[in-house]
T-cell receptor, first 119, second 109 residues
Framework: GAVVSQHPSRVICKSGTSVKIECRSL??????MFWYRQFPKQSLMLMAT?????????EQGVEKDKFLINHASLTLSTLTVTSAHPEDSSFYIC???????????????FGDGTRLSIL | GIQVEQSPPDLILQEGANSTLRCNFS?????LQWFHQNPWGQLINLFY???GTKQNGRLSATTVATERYSLLYISSSQTTDSGVYFC???????????FGKGTSLLVTP
């Protein structure tokens, strides 16, 4: 079964709206989660790394004031797209990896993604 | 950062045919995963294979870490195998998976 849950799966809203996406690890504690973005017919690009209890680390070119990340607990990270505009329309996917202490290198598990459409 | 190249970019097969997808990467890796992205966008984890060979039904994968490549074999393809196949790697110095551009597979009846 799924080990990472992401909600909502689809959002359609007006320009200027802020949208919050949740990512939960279901059966393990994730000190680190990752947020990716995928435009149509393109690959997944890492946006930011979410760290529990500290600030997120953003990839080059990703606006931290536009994409607010909060990782307040060991099982939940949220991505808020603030004042969303049509160019923010995309597919957003989160992922998490079991802590390294649980064994050898672990695979990354992905949520089912959130399709965001800004009108 | 680490470069991930997948080939071919597009592939059309008739049902029942076999195929091999390739993933080349530019540096040593701690992790390599193959995914199938279905039409709804869901990423289905096929293999976690930083080295060696694994098989799961009609699918198998081999990673030769020393030569920096991985292969995904699909045998007796079915129309439900259609979609995009991604290879993603975690370099020794990295912290998150880096994705290749994918192979778009269409299996026709």
């Amino acid at each position: 079964g799924a080990v990472v849950s992401q909600h909502p799966s689809r959002v359609i809203c007006k320009s200027g709206t802020s949208v919050k996406i949740e990512c939960r690890s279901l059966d393990f504690q994730a000190t680190t989660m990752f947020w990716y973005r995928q435009f149509p017919k393109q690959s997944l690009m890492l946006m930011a790394t979410s760290n529990e209890g500290s600030k997120a680390t953003y990839e080059q070119g990703v606006e931290k004031d536009k994409f607010l990340i909060n990782h307040a607990s060991l099982t939940l990270s949220t991505l808020t797209v603030t004042s969303a505009h049509p160019e923010d329309s995309s597919f957003y996917i989160c992922s998490a990896r079991r802590p390294l202490g649980t064994g050898s290198n672990q695979p990354q598990h992905f949520g089912d993604g959130t399709r965001l459409s800004i009108l | 950062g680490i470069q991930v190249e997948q080939s071919p970019p597009d592939l059309i097969l008739q049902e029942g045919a076999n195929s091999t997808l390739r993933c080349n990467f530019s540096d040593s890796v701690n992790n390599l995963q193959w995914f199938h992205q279905n039409p709804w966008g869901q990423l289905i984890n096929l293999f976690y294979i930083p080295s060696g060979t694994k098989q799961n039904g009609r699918l198998s994968a081999t990673t030769v870490a020393t030569e920096r490549y991985s292969l995904l074999y699909i045998s007796s393809s079915q129309t439900t195998d259609s979609g995009v196949y991604f290879c993603a790697v975690l370099s020794n110095s990295g912290y998150a998976l880096n994705f290749g551009k994918g192979t778009s597979l269409l299996v026709t009846p």
